[in-house]
């Protein structure tokens, strides 16, 4: 007996599988690759599911389900007319199945969506809770060594980033963040990258990674703007921000990947350095972010104006450029909320962020250059 080649949709996954089916007297006899039937059709119940055309697959159902068979070969609908007589007859769908699959639909989407909303961040705090620093460590490292790759670099050319090392801007910037943690019970041990890239960014990792590109540093006014940004980012160090949202990136991803029968593992872990360079943190951890830096700032000294004038004045550019700043400053929008949390918990500098030394330092952070992220 010929055998079709096919693709063979059980109506209970969204996955296709290819099989080859074998025209028997009573039906279709469906074989996987090891060789069994995998399944078999009765004739009387197997339907056209739409009139099929000169050189195009045939698409076969099963009345009462929604199974579907796609048979590359469309000289194989005469050959079944014979097994199965009612070939041509319309398929209906009675108002009592529509009901149910409406019903199994929304119940679906329900699940799902509280999958997202609640299971997996729970999950995600959960996970990040228990996992080691050396873990952290090298995923933190991992997802940078991506992100570099998508940001633009000094003449905005993508995946010209390059890591700044003159070791007097780098230990300038570590002496601010020492500072700003001081007070802390439990301070975290931090790693500080610079970024040779245009982008206006800083933004955290997994294992204490503390990430300013050349353009952020660029467009700040004063080390008391670069001392908020900081603040808020030993923020999501602190409350490791990082790590939870990237396991909760990636578990929705894998979600995702699970319903439409996509599990590869490149395009997920590709996805979380684009989820951080384009998508950020929750409004929650930015608010929480923020209130620690207003908190550490002023536990150090260093006031609270500067912070606020950085993003006033990536607001007020905003409107210049329609939007083109803000977009580079992706993860940390200046948004009116925010400037009003900022200026209504406005404290006063006690002593300068940094010496003039240690600005210029930090200013000059990308004289030298190289290829490998200064980590361990």
């Not at 909320?337 to 003039?356: D, K, N, T, V």
Request: proline share 6%.
């Amino acid at each position: 007996m010929a055998r079709y080649p096919a693709r063979y949709y059980d109506g209970l996954t969204a996955r296709s599988r290819p099989v080859e089916v074998e025209i028997a007297a009573t039906g279709l006899a469906i074989f996987d690759e090891a060789g069994p039937v995998a399944s078999s059709w009765p004739g009387e119940r197997i339907r056209l599911v739409e009139r099929p055309r000169p050189d195009e697959p045939v698409r076969l159902g099963l009345a009462g389900t929604t199974a579907r068979l796609i048979v590359d070969d469309p000289g194989m609908v005469e050959a079944l007319r014979e097994a199965a007589p009612h070939l041509k007859r319309q398929q209906r769908t009675s108002g009592r199945a529509v009901a149910r699959i409406a019903l199994w639909a929304v119940l679906a989407a329900g699940s799902v969506a509280s999958i997202v909303l609640v299971l997996i961040p729970l999950l995600s705090v959960q996970l990040a809770a228990v996992t080691p620093d050396s873990a952290k460590l090298r995923l933190g490292r991992a997802v940078l060594v991506q992100v570099v790759g998508l940001l633009p670099g000094p003449s905005g050319e993508t995946g010209t980033g390059r890591y700044c090392s003159n070791e007097q801007g780098t230990a300038a910037l570590e002496r601010l963040v020492e500072r700003l943690a001081a007070d802390l019970p439990h301070p975290p041990e931090l790693r500080l990258v610079v970024v040779n890239s245009r982008l206006v960014n800083a933004f955290a990792l997994p294992g204490g990674i503390m990430v300013f590109t050349r353009g952020l540093i660029r467009e700040a006014g004063s080390a008391e703007e670069i001392a908020g940004i900081a603040a808020h980012e030993l923020g999501h160090v602190v409350h490791d921000h990082s790590t939870r949202a990237l396991y909760r990136s990636f578990a929705v991803s894998l979600l995702v990947g699970v319903l439409l029968g996509d599990l590869t593992g490149g395009a997920l872990t590709g996805g979380l350095a684009e989820w951080l360079v384009n998508t950020g943190y929750s409004r929650e951890a930015e608010r929480e972010a923020d209130a620690f830096a207003l908190a550490q700032l002023d536990a150090a000294g260093i006031g609270t104006l500067g912070l606020a004038e950085f993003f006033a004045r990536l607001e007020e550019k905003e409107k210049d450029d329609g939007g083109l700043l803000a977009r580079m400053l992706s993860t940390h929008p200046a948004t009116e909320e925010r400037l009003a949390f900022i200026r209504g918990a406005q404290r006063r500098a006690l002593r300068p962020a940094m010496s003039e030394e240690d600005w210029s330092a930090t200013r000059d952070a990308c004289l030298t250059l190289q290829m490998t992220p200064p980590l361990p």
